[in-house]
């Protein structure tokens, strides 16, 4: 079964610093990623996506991500973060001809002003 | 579009009790799926379906039940409601097919006393 680790479980910034949250997953074959985030008091909402092609996907609101294979990683980054951008981002992985995902418990970012 | 309709937003119950969550989605979305949200522990799947007729259990399917008469509607139900089931719920749904994003309901949030 595919498993996904996210280890940052709360990350505390201030505006401007830049984030990278880690996402990592059990799967050795195809795999398709994502990331959601989660605003306060709100449902979950797609924040990009990788299926194939270019590893370093982009995303809503000036987020990143990195396919990197060798390390069955898919990490989400932000140059500069924003008072905004507090939430809960998840990962979550398909793979293995499924359909559904399997998510990470979520990393909660507060940003401070 | 309405989306992923969710009713109720929030509801109290006495263990014991019964009661249906509803879901709707508008988008002639093959999938569909519940969730329970729980401080720490992510996203955890309750119960799926890939279309009308066909359900199947999810991560944590004891002491709920769910049936997809039709395309539009999953509702799940609680049979008798325990402290345990506490919880945000959200119903999610996709196309059937690996590139498919999940589109979430904005949430239930149930408190048994």
């Known amino acids: 079964a595919q498993s996904v680790s996210q280890h940052n479980h709360h990350v505390i910034l201030s505006e401007a610093a830049s984030l990278e949250l880690g996402c990592n997953y059990s799967?050795?074959?195809?795999?398709?990623l994502f990331w959601y985030v989660q605003y306060p008091g709100q449902h979950l909402q797609l924040l990009l996506k990788?299926?194939?092609?270019?590893?370093l996907v982009k995303g809503i609101k000036g987020f990143e991500a990195e396919f990197i294979k060798s390390k069955f990683s898919f990490n989400l980054r932000k140059p500069s973060v924003q008072w905004s951008d507090t939430a809960e981002y998840f990962c979550?992985?398909?793979?293995?001809?499924?359909?559904?995902?399997?998510f990470g418990r979520g990393t909660s970012l507060i940003v401070h002003p | 579009n309405a989306g992923v309709t969710q009713t109720p937003k929030f509801q109290v119950l006495k263990t014991g009790q019964s009661m249906t969550l509803q879901c709707a989605q508008d988008?002639?979305?093959?999938?569909m799926s519940w969730y329970r949200q729980d401080p720490g522990m992510g996203l955890r799947l309750i119960h799926y379906?890939?279309?009308?007729?066909?359900?199947d259990q999810g991560e944590v399917p004891n002491g709920y039940n769910v049936s997809r008469s039709t395309t539009e509607d999953f509702p799940l139900r609680l049979l008798s409601a325990a402290p345990s089931q506490t919880s945000v719920y959200f119903c999610?749904?996709?196309?059937?097919?690996?590139?498919?994003?999940?589109?979430f309901g904005e949430g239930s949030r149930l408190t048994v006393l």
């Open positions: 999610a749904s996709s196309y059937a097919d690996r590139t498919g994003e999940l589109f």
């Open positions: 799967y050795g074959g195809t795999v398709n």
């Open positions: 379906s890939v279309g009308a007729g066909i359900t």
């Open positions: 990788y299926f194939s092609g270019d590893p």
């Open positions: 979550a992985v398909m793979g293995g001809g499924s359909y559904i995902p399997t």
């Open positions: 988008m002639n979305h093959e999938y």
